[in-house]
């Protein structure tokens, strides 16, 4: 066991793209403190995803449940915090009873945003403005630094590694070839329906890539939750492969980092491939594309930027979720098509 001075705790946030979107502060921290072991604590769907972060020493899993305070249990596991010893904490998450770890566990830096008024739990506050909010990689980035008001300009892209190996494996467990180009599509959307580009759309594009090139691997991904969408996909084009529920998320993960192009909505998947610096066509409509745009070098954010865009609504508001709808399969095809084009070629 490193000594206290020379470990750092990191709090991840309870969602994957915020998790990944969070990976630069790792990268900044390494930078600041090139001897200090980071250990960052994370919920088990999270936990794939931050370790393919290379800056991590030790991945601990959340054991609490979604949502609850569980006071007891947090006390009690503040005291296995408090045996590794940490010199500081960095808390992601913006509620109260993630602060209150850190500070059960008696480490002296505990480092966040205002958040649920945790003043005295966060004793290095960091504050966001309400009316222009940072982006996500920047907000996160910033707590790296002293608190500043101005915005952080210079920070490193999200970054995630997997081996050669574990991806080989992977494509041969789901039996997928490494020599045909592989297409990955992330249908689902954690926020909800409003996220979503129509099953149609995704069907067509489909059919439009295998009619092109009949060799390219569509792939399906996604959770349990995803599974029906996926499916009425599969219904429409029974040549994709249907792996949403039915891949773990390191899988999942695996896939990714064999892609040769991602299409998705605005979710965590999309920035898994976004820190694989996959080439990426993301799809946006409720939401902002400027707020959490992927990084990879090959990267198309495509939004209709619609009068009533960005709504942020779970659900389309106004009824016609026009926003998803008129953005249609040949909009995405035109910056795929030469994507697929080079990988098929290669």
């Not at 500043?148 to 590694?161: A, D, G, H, I, S």
């Not at 490494?178 to 149609?200: D, H, M, T, Y």
């Amino acid at each position: 066991m490193q000594s206290p001075a020379n470990r750092i705790l990191v709090i991840a946030p309870n969602w994957i793209g915020d998790a990944v979107m969070a990976q630069p502060l790792l990268q900044l921290l390494k930078r600041d403190h090139p001897d200090t072991a980071i250990d960052v604590l994370a919920p088990a769907w999270v936990a794939p995803v931050v370790r393919a972060m290379v800056e991590v020493d030790t991945v601990l899993e959340t054991p609490f449940k979604h949502g609850s305070l569980q006071l007891r249990e947090r006390w009690r596991y503040a005291q296995i915090l408090r045996q590794r010893g940490y010199a500081a904490a960095y808390v992601l998450p913006n509620t109260l009873k993630f602060a209150l770890l850190p500070w059960m566990a008696g480490i002296k830096k505990r480092v966040g945003y205002k958040g649920e008024s945790r003043y005295g739990l966060i004793n290095v506050m960091h504050h966001d403005s309400k009316l222009v909010p940072r982006a996500m990689v920047a907000f996160y980035a910033a707590l790296a630094g002293a608190p500043v008001t101005e915005l952080v300009q210079n920070f490193p892209k999200p970054r995630l590694q997997m081996t050669p190996p574990q991806i080989d494996t992977v494509l041969q467990d789901m039996g997928l070839s490494a020599q045909q180009p592989l297409i990955c599509f992330a249908p689902g959307a954690e926020f909800g329906n409003a996220k979503r580009w129509p099953v149609s759309h995704f069907a067509e594009l489909a059919k439009i890539i295998l009619q092109t090139h009949p060799d390219p691997q569509i792939v399906l991904l996604g959770s349990p939750k995803d599974v029906e969408v996926c499916q009425q996909i599969e219904a429409v084009c029974p040549a994709v492969h249907q792996f949403a529920g039915k891949t773990r998320l390191d899988q999942a993960l695996a896939l990714i980092a064999a892609s040769d192009a991602m299409v998705s909505n605005d979710s965590g998947l999309l920035h898994i491939a976004s820190a694989f610096n996959r080439p990426v066509i993301a799809i946006y409509g409720p939401t902002d594309p400027d707020h959490a745009p992927p990084f990879s070098d090959i990267a198309h954010s495509l939004s209709l930027q619609l009068a009533c865009a960005p709504c942020k609504q779970r659900e389309c508001p106004l009824g016609h979720h026009d926003c998803m709808n008129k953005l249609d399969s040949q909009m995405v095809w035109q910056p795929l098509q030469p994507i697929l084009a080079a990988s098929v070629a290669a």
